[in-house]
């Protein structure tokens, strides 16, 4: 393939959040140009973003709608091969289902849609379309998780027992959603949020990484949400007790309002001969502990590191961040879909699918439903 | 007063570990001497630990009977003034009752009793006797616990509203209970450790520790116990999910299956203005966070301590550790101790009392009752 | 400016480091194109290097001479804004003066020329093109960097009186210059290094973050030079007394043969009023240390950052990298080079200029001759 | 030996540090009882110290002269077998030479002595005595350092290549010492604390500590020391450069003006295979670092330690800190003495001894010289 993929964006206006991360993510490995938008819910706005991203004003669009329209009737050698959906959760589904039937892949934020039944709905569409789907789960994109899956994958910690996850933020420990916080605003909005609150926003991410990591699925949870912050309806926090397929038991606990936290997510796996520790906030180590030997440290591109973990692209000792494991996310997929393009077939390609969007909705699905049963044990 | 305290010892034969680490705490800050003990089930097997302890022969006793009678007999100025109780747990209750009985105070390894039942009927025999009584939760006496504790109390953190807290080790991981090794031989057999494994080991520590620190009672528990290593019938893992008397939510997590985890008891606290994190195996500093600060470490004797935390022997940098976090709680109770016996009264020593050991034994059993509920919410 | 800035690549075939680094590093915020380059010493090669990156045959040179040569005559429309220069160090110079002096800007790797005499002539060459000069010194981008010197420059420490400042590695403790590792061959090789090896390599970075944190000038130094690795006439490690402008005085030790290092990069201040260190392996965190309060740990986009801190593109606890930091470098340059081709001019933009880059020669050149009189006190 | 060694003490009155230190760290191991004492340089004083520490009237003296005296004369059951000398500098010699030429053992503080000379007559003194001699290099005494000095001597680390020693303090930042803090005056006063000011207080450990644990001597040095204090003769900063007498090269910074800083000691040694890290600030851990393999965490008490560093008294997470280490000098002092005393001849005892001392001094010295000198090379 002779050409960058070119790709559209739905969502991610100026002064955005993720939205900006897609566009740095998908630009580091040189793979991918930025070739039009539906960055807000006007014409003017969307403009005035994809100026200020240097695009051209006949490519900036003021729907969605719009954009697919006019790109599929584009010339082949100019319209974008694939969009990317970085829009709150409600509007996650429309976007994705439009684009898909329209011929064009998507690569679209978590969590995959605002309910149950559309994630059901999606796995339909995207088998039918024939059309790539990735969704960014973007903590799995980290080499050093990575390593921790394939050291669980090849036995080295033995049969596991014990998992601990958590994600603690702290940004809606007082009520920054009555300020011009639009972050804020629609994740506390049930319409725009979906039933969970930093359930869906946070919670999934957990749930997903320790699914990854393990490669072990939840079968039971037990789940006690709070709501802390003064007026709010969804959940800003929870704690859970896990039961996994394999007889392992754990925890998992998560929050917004965990006052002075950054972006703490972090897992502890325990197996019969030893266990792995990783957390976000310090991702270039990998620590092993082991019954009979002294703790072991895992670095990015460091030494003894399994193959499916050598995916940093800079020299030991040189820290990746968050972009870099979004932008893993982001290249795996441009990789695949290269190869698509160029009529190669992949098998397992290492990135998050519709089907762990789909666990992802029943697991908040799940998790509502036995905080409302006041933490009964349900099944995912 | 003009002397060290005397101090009689049962159990802590040749070989323990509890009992060596009651010795050398007692001991650090010279106000109490070692004078006689009931080392271990016979006369020749005392003697020779008391031998190997320089006391001499005659006052190394071969059962607790033997040695509160004779003591009792020996003239005021040589008689021990109290007894540590470093026995398993079955062996806690018969001699602390003979003991204050008997007119000696009592210093006691945790958990307080084998039942429920002997709690309850300890602080009855406590409260009659008039004598000292204090239980050797020995992470409460570590600085940054106590200034934990001191900046709660005063509100700093504002109201509190989640509470995480973990024990973990990895030492029951395989089935070393099955080779020689006497602390865990009795640890998984229910006659001597009562009805909880892990939990009355550690797990009452974890609940002592969130309880002492954040100054909230647990109010109901749901706990999920595992059982990994095989045959074995007492719990060796544990998860929990946790509500406060305030409102304030959390989880426990205990474990002595977690491979290649040493003594990891750990506990973070989060209220509407900030938090606090602190680990026992780098008990040396308090991580704070704060909603609009950034963060701060205290170290022991550092700067801007509470006074209640200003309990570091040494300066700053000079770090404590296990034994002097244990000899807290020994100075505490001698200098009580001493006050007593010279007549000066002392309102709330800071130590841990009968009453702190009946909340651990409720503890047990709600989490024991809870457990066979499938983690039905239980009240302590 | 309604465009992206135009990149040339001079260097960086495939298979190179550094010159992957300086091609994601300019892509990540989204202002710079990659339009063409002289990747290679052949037009084969060079043309192979820039299929892969996805760039026509036509734009890819067999030597930096051509491209220049043919960009030049390029529409403006089309031909590249500026150079990337990212050659072993002897390849520095050359192709800097041939850019500027056909109207092109520079961004070019450390140390900026092959001796101290290039340095001296560049300045003029410099400032009689009036076109703009960068020079790669990445560690500058941190944003826990600029907080630090920003805390000096505004007196938070009070008069600085000692610096610690060390770069080790460890990658070459063993012969690898003598295996196929193209790294290594050229890096213990003067005619391609200079008279510095990893004095050179590292040494600058350390010497320019020094100056760079604490605003103050190395006035002199004494150094001493190790050559560890068998038949090495480079230096591989050194270890060097400074003493400051201010009186001020400390030690720099930098190596390549610290065995299992990997990229340790890492800086203490003191001043009069309290410290800061920074560590490269944790680049998202400042300890700062006072005479009376207790530590402090800034983090990037938390609390309490002055502006010049304020550069991460993403959330506190979201961690940024070594790209990123280097993309800080690109993206001061590329907001420069846009101000000036719209006519704006801009004062003391935040990135190495060619001024640092003599200061880097200077101080190689005066270690080496401090170590050449057994580390006699030599001033830069 | 059926009994405890009976220790008087010369210095350490009330409100002392480091002979409260010397007390608690010979209690703990329950081998030595504290029976007599000269605690000040009045009788009065040293009685009210005495009676805190419940001693007797007539075991408390006025002097060190008669503390030996009249020690010397009590029945060979009663009469102190050892003295612990824990006096400002100025203060060794004449007390560790009037007891050893009394048939007393000593354990004596560092430095050795006030003067060069003293120390080297001190080497006869000890020799002719035959008594057991001490000095408290008390960083020795941590596991972690002896199983770093294991892993060299065992040649797991290669040829050692480099060293990096530094110990930093910051409580002498201000003008401490024109307030009422008698730690401070006297190391700032010349005639109590001899030529050196940090150098002889913090420096010495740094000296003893890289040397015992690279077992390789200190070659030559070159040292710039620092005066920052207002008014201060002796040096309260130095920087070093270092040459070992195999070839490996270093670097030594110490400070008692390295503001925020508390007891900074660490300590990295690097070899042509792998590196050890150490920090006593965080005592229980050493970080290890290979060419080939990931970082390994060694813990007191944990797995793969070599017997020498088996030394903890309480199982892996179980942290000791900064008195067990002081301790351990103490218990394998006591050890040897109480095998002497039984006619046991032990080789090689573990803890520094008067030729520890002696080479402390020859540091100083040296040091001392070289900065006169304007940092020339100057051989110990």
């Not at 440290?297 to 961040?321: K, M, V």
Request: proline letters at 4%; hydrophobic letters at 35%.
């Amino acid at each position: 393939m002779g050409r960058k993929l070119r790709m559209g964006m739905i969502g991610g206006g100026t002064g955005s959040f993720i939205g900006d991360v897609h566009r740095k993510a998908s630009s580091i490995d040189g793979m991918i140009d930025l070739v039009c938008g539906a960055f807000s819910s006007t014409a003017e706005k969307s403009i005035a973003s994809g100026k200020a991203l240097f695009l051209p004003e006949d490519r900036c669009y003021g729907s969605f709608e719009e954009m697919i329209h006019k790109e599929k009737e584009l010339p082949a050698d100019k319209r974008m091969d694939f969009v990317a959906i970085v829009t709150p959760n409600h509007m996650h589904f429309p976007p994705t289902k439009m684009a898909l039937e329209n011929g064009f892949h998507v690569i679209c934020d978590k969590p995959v849609t605002l309910t149950l039944e559309e994630a059901k709905e999606l796995i339909g569409i995207v088998e039918k379309s024939g059309k790539l789907f990735a969704l960014t789960h973007n903590y799995t994109g980290y080499p050093m998780v990575k390593q921790a899956k394939a050291m669980i994958a090849k036995g080295d910690l033995g049969k596991i027992r014990k998992v601990q996850v958590q994600y603690l933020q702290g940004w809606l420990a007082t009520a920054v959603e009555k300020t011009e916080n639009k972050q804020a605003s629609w994740r506390v909005d049930p319409k725009r949020s979906g039933i969970g609150g930093a359930l869906g926003d946070i919670g999934t991410h957990a749930e997903n990484l320790a699914e990854y990591i393990t490669g072990l699925k939840i079968d039971e949870l037990a789940a006690d949400l709070g709501r802390f912050g003064e007026g709010r309806t969804l959940d800003d926090d929870g704690n859970l007790l896990l039961r996994f397929e394999n007889g392992a038991k754990g925890t998992m606990s998560f929050s917004q309002i965990a006052a002075g936290e950054e972006n703490g997510l972090a897992i502890r796996v325990y197996g019969e001969k030893g266990s792995v520790e990783w957390s976000q906030e310090e991702p270039n180590k990998l620590i092993t502990r082991w019954v009979d030997k002294p703790k072991k440290i895992f670095t990015p591109d460091g030494n003894d590191l399994y193959s499916e973990a050598q995916t940093q692209r800079i020299p030991a000792g040189h820290p990746e961040g968050y972009l870099e494991a979004f932008a893993t996310i982001y290249r795996n997929f441009a990789t695949h879909l290269m190869d698509e393009l160029n009529g190669i077939k992949t098998s397992n390609p290492d990135y998050p699918t519709v089907y762990d969007g789909l666990r992802g909705m029943q697991f908040i699905y799940a998790s509502v439903e036995s905080d409302k049963q006041n933490a009964k044990w349900t099944k995912i």
